[in-house]
Each structure stands twice: as C-alpha cells, then as structure tokens.
C-alpha cells in the first residue's frame, strides 16, 4: 500500500501540516524538523503525490483551455489557431504553459470542468463561445476558480470578458448591403444557444427593420459554423422563390461554404451575389474571391484574455474587467463593392 503524508506525520509524531511544510522546504520550519521528515520519507519510500502538491502549493503555471468543439481536426477551422496562438504566446511569454483539451457541448461538459478544476490540473481557465445560460461560467463561479471568457452570457452573473460588439458588426455589414441596392439579404445564422450568434443575429434584424425590409423566416438558415454546414445553409436559400441578392453569415467559414454553394449553382459570387462573413480569419483575404467580413482582432484577443487571467491569479485587479471591442467592416471582392 502506498504512503501517504499522514503516515509520515503519524510516524514522524507531527501534524500533517507541519509535515507538509518540512516536505516543501517552507522557512518556518527548523532545519532539524525538516531533515528529519526528509529521512523518514525516505525510510518509508514515500513517493509524493503530485495533485496534492499542486493543491498545497496551488500554482501549476499552466493555464486551460476547453475547445467545445465536436470537430476532430483544429487545422480547419482558423478562427481557433489564432486564437490559440494569441493564448499560447502570452503565457509563454510569462513562462506559463497551456493545456488544452477538447469537449463537445453538452452534458460531458460538467464532468470535463470538474476533473480540471477538483484535479488542480492547471491555476485558472479561458472559457470561449460562451452561450446565454452557461453552465461552465456557473459552475466555475460557484467553485471560486479563476477564470475569464471569451463572450458574454444572458444569466446576470458578474465575471471578467472580453466580447466583440457583434450587434454593431452586423448591423454595420447588413447596412452596407442595403447601401449597394441589396433588398433580399439571407442570414446564416450560429447554432442556437451561442451569445455571439444571438448578438449578430440582432445586428441583421436591427438593420433590416430600420431600412424597412422584411426579415422572411426563408431567408434565415442556420449553420453549425462549419464549411459544410455553409455550403448547405446557402443551398436552402438558393432553393427560395426568388432567391436572396445578398447573404450575410455568422462567420467566415461557413461564408466560405455559402460562396462554395453558389458556384456550384453557377453563380458569380460578387456579381450575381454578394456574400459577407464576419471574424477575417486569414483564409479570407486569400479566398477567391476575397472575402468581405467583419475583422475582430482574434489573435490580440487571445493575447488579451491570457494577460487578464494571469493578472488575476497574481492577485492583481483589473482595471477593467468587461471588454466591449468594436469590430470593423473589411470590404473586399465577395460583396461586389470597392475592394480594399
């Protein structure tokens, strides 16, 4: 049977406490005490347990992150590798490592938190695609564990975030469609549940009813915020009588698939159709045609939300602990507008 510190205490006629301090060389513990529970952990063979030692010491210099993604390969989705860069190289950068593991949304989230967290695995967690009722926002306030999101929540709870304005961003998009003489624009709308789907959702819907148009139920797709799920979205809409002039998607991949859906209907995207997304990853740029998005930093995010964290587990405040960013409109071939 293996031996644990209270065998070492019981045997050593200390408290657990005291042991355990010998063991971590803390100052307040004489030199004698020390070389003592040294000689009898050694006569004992006792091996430390490296979980307890991250509880005690609680510090592993190594921050988390949970991709919930159900998608097996990162490489395809570049909204994820800049943001994993972004993460990675700040806390390099303060010689902190970062663990990253994947879990498809659902009810294996919980238990996925759970042994991170009880497990002391790592000193806090970036938390990203937040949904309005988050049970990982909740579940990490109710066990105190340092944390910041990327993304808001609709559950009234007060966290650290940092969120892109994704109401203003579409809007801004949707009315410089209308502005080119678009008057039916398709949205393919973010899985339901997501907050950035919502808040760009609003964006569509805002600039739609102040220029007056209909948001048709037709004209709505939803998408799982992959290509395939794009190139499918765009052939519902395609399929309508008449079919959408313009189409707005929730983000660049699955524009990326809506623009691969009208070419294989034989369509000139740019001409025939305009076509928006929203993120500017790099495959947008260099798509053909180039894609018109709307750009959110996603790397200095990353960057951005690793600095907040590691401030707080320093026991630092923050001087501010909910970022609002502004999104920018990229114009460039897809909408058929000036290309820039």
């Keep these: 049977?293996?031996?644990?510190?209270?065998?070492?205490?019981?045997?050593?006629?200390?408290?657990?406490?005291?042991?355990?301090?010998?063991?971590?060389?803390?100052?307040?513990?004489?030199?004698?005490?020390?070389?003592?529970?040294?000689?009898?952990?050694?006569?004992?063979?006792?091996?430390?347990?490296?979980?307890?030692?991250?509880?005690?010491?609680?510090?592993?210099?190594?921050?988390?992150?949970?991709?919930?993604?159900?998608?097996?390969?990162?490489?395809?989705?570049?909204?994820?590798?800049?943001?994993?860069?972004?993460i990675a190289d700040e806390a390099a950068e303060h010689e902190f490592a970062l663990l990253l593991t994947r879990c498809a949304p659902g009810p294996k989230e919980r238990t996925c938190y759970q042994k991170i967290v009880r497990g002391r695995r790592v000193d806090g967690l970036i938390v990203v695609r937040t949904r309005s009722q988050d049970q990982r926002v909740a579940y990490l306030l109710e066990e105190g564990f340092p944390f910041v999101t990327f993304g808001r929540t609709d559950q009234g709870l007060d966290f650290p975030f940092v969120d892109v304005d994704g109401t203003q961003g579409v809007y801004d998009a949707t009315r410089y469609l209308i502005g080119l003489g678009h008057r039916r624009i398709g949205f393919i709308a973010a899985p339901e549940g997501l907050m950035f789907g919502f808040h760009r959702q609003e964006g569509f819907r805002k600039a739609m009813e102040e220029a007056g148009l209909a948001m048709e139920p037709g004209l709505l797709a939803r998408g799982d915020l992959t290509l395939q799920s794009g190139d499918v979205a765009m052939g519902?809409?395609?399929?309508?009588?008449?079919?959408?002039?313009?189409?707005?998607?929730?983000?660049?991949?699955?524009?990326?698939?809506?623009?691969?859906?009208?070419?294989?209907?034989?369509?000139?995207?740019?001409?025939?159709?305009?076509?928006?997304?929203?993120?500017?990853?790099?495959?947008?740029?260099?798509?053909?045609?180039?894609l018109t998005t709307v750009s959110q930093p996603i790397y200095d995010i990353g960057i951005l939300l690793c600095r907040?964290?590691?401030?707080?587990?320093?026991?630092?405040?923050?001087?501010v602990r909910q970022i609002l960013l502004r999104p920018a409109l990229v114009i460039r071939e897809s909408s058929g507008g000036t290309i820039s």
């Design 236 to 290: 519902q809409l395609l399929d309508r009588d008449p079919p959408p002039t313009a189409v707005v998607a929730c983000n660049d991949l699955m524009a990326l698939g809506a623009m691969r859906a009208a070419r294989k209907r034989g369509l000139w995207v740019g001409r025939d159709l305009a076509v928006v997304g929203f993120d500017d990853t790099h495959v947008a740029a260099h798509s053909r045609p180039s």
């Design 1 to 86: 049977m293996a031996v644990g510190i209270k065998d070492l205490a019981r045997e050593a006629g200390l408290s657990v406490a005291t042991v355990s301090k010998a063991l971590n060389e803390y100052a307040d513990v004489s030199e004698e005490t020390r070389q003592r529970v040294r000689e009898i952990a050694r006569l004992l063979n006792y091996q430390p347990n490296v979980t307890a030692r991250g509880l005690q010491s609680r510090r592993t210099n190594m921050v988390g992150l949970v991709i919930p993604t159900m998608e097996p390969h990162l490489s395809d989705d570049p909204y994820f590798l800049d943001l994993l860069a972004g």
């Design 308 to 319: 907040m964290l590691l401030q707080t587990l320093q026991g630092k405040p923050l001087e």
